[in-house]
């Protein structure tokens, strides 16, 4: 193996830690973080992801609020839960965890997440702030994605520049592709993208171009090792049950060809990369809101 590692364990851990600080200087002024979750229905996976976020919103010392409804709840009970949600002054940002039940129309849910509690950065509203590039710390409520908000942070923190890059980004989902491509277009992150998908032609003749290729496909190990400019970074974000190992546990793939690590300069590991920043990124969203409801407050005080 000759690619060193995108270590997202050790850099979600660097993270939290700087998040702890803010937290506690938050705390200092009587403010305390909460992340909301709404859980419907007892799929066992969204059960043990929701778990996840509260165990990380505890690391840091922030609060969580956990809302369970039955999975015969229909979008009326949903719709309820999501309102008092984005009323509960206990709550700084919040997530209503998917799938929701089928014949639930999620759009419909998400768009009613109040924009300034959107802990995971995807409503609409601020996701056109991104398509308008407005600056996430300066305007008044504008959470990034979690997981391409992570992938930057992951990049950035291991010295991988972006500024004159060329990066290939597999795949044009909602959660990591487009947004993915909007983030790093910036100014300020200023790659040159290509974002691919299913239906382009030549999938490998664009990786291999790349100084950076970003694959969140959701197809395993479709990225494979001569395809890759030699020293580039691959970053593996997709994720894919590929079958049950002996203990029963869910068997996953990511979308990168593990020999990909002969060839590359950077690797990021999957498990172990993207998946831990998205995390660390969800509970940074939350404690940024925290500071940007504590800076209105001041500055409301020093209008009056
Ligand atoms: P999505 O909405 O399903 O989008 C998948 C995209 O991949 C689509 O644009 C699709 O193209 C493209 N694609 C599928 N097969 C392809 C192939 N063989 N060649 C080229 N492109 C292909 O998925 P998503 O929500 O963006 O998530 C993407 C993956 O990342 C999933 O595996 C998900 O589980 C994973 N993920 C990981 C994290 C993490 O923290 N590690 C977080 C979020 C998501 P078309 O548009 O043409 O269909």
Known sequence: MTARILNGIETAAEIKSELRTRVARLAERGIVPGLGTLLVGDDAASRSYVTGKHRDCAEVGAASISVELPSTADLAEIADAVRGLNEDPAVTAFIVQLPLPARVDENAILELIDPSKDADGLHPVNLGRLVLGVDPLTAPAAPLPCTPAGIVELLDRHGVELRGARVAVVGRGITVGRPLGLLLTRRGADATVTLTHSRTPDLAAEIRRADIVIAAAGAPHLVKPDWIKPGAAVLDVGVTRVGTTASGRA??????????????????????????????????????????????????????
């Open 251 to 304: 068997k996953l793939a990511g979308d990168v060809d593990p020999a990909v690590a002969e060839v590359a300069g950077w690797l990021s590991p999957n498990p172990g990369g993207v998946g831990p920043m998205t995390r660390a990124l969800l509970v940074s969203n939350v404690v940024e809101a925290a500071e940007r409801n504590a800076a209105l407050l001041v500055e409301a005080t020093v209008g009056a």
